[in-house]
């Protein structure tokens, strides 16, 4: 019986670390500090936002949008809107439109627009903001490419970090079950062990007194 309750208790120890844990990972990181205006956050918001837009329509990855990657992305969320019925009965635009749209987009009229350009062109537009288009160089590319893939390696180290720590959190829980179930069993077994003296010591009284009455 006291096994069962230990074993128990230390069940209910566990599944309760492993709950907080998981409600404490959900939970979202602060990003913004007190000192940010709503603009800098519509600013940081939109940028972020544009960022990754941009990278799902660069198709090759060479940090630039073409007028063809540009219309078949365009055309290819038009369609996957409409199978699933978010554009109801309204025409669907064609690649003329798109096009035209790309020109807008497409501010300083070379044909492609870089991931600058194109961030500041979603900024302008949104938050109401002239800003001038920059130029991007090769130099400053290969910059933002080594900032963003060591950030993927450091958020990588993070969460294996993260994982190993949850691992052992794990293991130190579970031996912590094995011990309250082994000293469990142990008291068990001592209590097994002292009656088994006291009915052995029983028996021997018994008999001693026996004895005495027969003499």
Same mark, same amino acid.
Request: charged share 35%.
């Given at each position: ?144 490419? !080594? ?62 007194? !026996? ?5």
């Amino acid at each position: 019986m006291n096994k069962i309750l230990l074993a128990g208790l230390a069940l209910s120890v566990f599944f309760a670390g492993n709950s907080y844990a998981q409600e404490t990972a959900a939970l979202p990181e602060p990003t913004l500090t007190p000192e940010q205006s709503v603009n800098a956050m519509m600013r940081d918001m939109t940028t972020r936002d544009a960022g990754e837009k941009f990278t799902l329509i660069d198709e090759n990855g060479d940090d630039e949008i073409t007028r063809e990657e540009y219309i078949n992305f365009s055309m290819r969320v038009q369609a996957d809107k409409k199978a699933k019925g978010e554009l109801g009965e309204e025409p669907l635009y064609n690649e003329d439109f798109y096009s035209a749209m790309f020109d807008d987009v497409d501010v300083a009229g070379r044909g492609a627009v870089s991931r600058i350009e194109y961030i500041n062109k979603q900024v302008s537009d949104i938050l109401g903001e002239e800003i001038v288009a920059q130029s991007v160089e090769p130099a400053s590319i290969e910059t933002d490419e !080594t900032e963003r893939q060591n950030a993927i390696i450091q958020s990588q180290i993070e969460e294996q970090e993260r994982i190993r720590a949850e691992e052992e959190r794990v293991r130190k829980e579970e031996e912590e079950i094995r011990k309250a179930e082994q000293e469990a069993i142990e008291a068990e077994e001592e209590m097994m062990r002292m009656k088994e003296e006291m009915v052995a010591n029983y028996d021997d009284e018994y008999e001693v007194v !026996t004895r005495r009455r027969r003499r």
